[in-house]
């Protein structure tokens, strides 16, 4: 017998109407940058440096730099698999198909399937699946395999880093979908 928990966002909401200060400002920075304020930052704006700081470093690690911002989606995605955070799989879907994946490259994905996308990508997340849960038996030849230079190599684990925590940070606080 499955048991399937049903989401109750312990902490609440804050909507933009009750939004002050740095979390007024922020808000108005996330807005503009996504179109709305997503669940996440309206959980952490109990905490404004938290939000704050969780927007800018965010910021920081997706931007369009060595690796593509829609590379850095794919590892979120499937880090967010890997770890059943069903709020950041959610977003990381939509997002992706807004950028163009289609449904079946984007379910093959989640399964571990990469034969739909590119080589590199494939060999990004072949990376990804050993060093989410795995991390402590990487080798040499891990990294050497990605071809990778080392600014790449940070960024990378960057991204696995930052959602690793926002997956455990949305389904400990069971914050609701958007």
């Known amino acids: 017998m499955s048991m399937t928990k049903e989401k109750v966002n312990l902490l609440g909401l804050i909507g933009m109407d009750e939004a002050t ?9 996330i807005e503009s940058s996504l179109g709305k304020v997503p669940n996440l930052f309206k959980t952490l704006a109990h905490k404004s440096d938290l939000l704050r700081g969780t927007w800018m470093r965010m910021n920081a690690i997706m931007k369009d730099d060595l690796l593509p911002r829609k590379v850095k989606m794919l590892v979120a995605l499937r880090v967010s698999v890997l770890n059943g955070a069903e709020y950041c799989i ?3 879907y939509n997002g992706l198909q807004n950028l163009g994946y289609n449904v079946e490259s ?11 996308l590119t080589q590199v990508e494939g060999r990004i997340l072949t990376f990804v699946d050993k060093t989410t849960n795995n991390y402590g038996e990487l080798e040499d030849s891990d990294f050497e395999e990605l071809g990778m230079k080392e600014e790449e190599i940070l960024e990378l684990t960057s991204v696995i880093d930052l959602f690793s925590g926002l997956n455990r940070l949305t ?8």
Do not use: A
């Not at 984007?106 to 739909?116: A, F, I, P, T, W």
């Not at 389904?171 to 958007?178: A, F, M, T, V």
């Open 21 to 29: 200060g740095v979390v007024k400002d922020t808000y108005l920075e």
């Open 90 to 92: 959610n977003v990381h």
């Open 106 to 116: 984007l379910e093959r994905l989640k399964v571990g399937d990469y034969s739909l």
């Open 171 to 178: 389904e400990i606080l069971d914050i609701p979908l958007d």
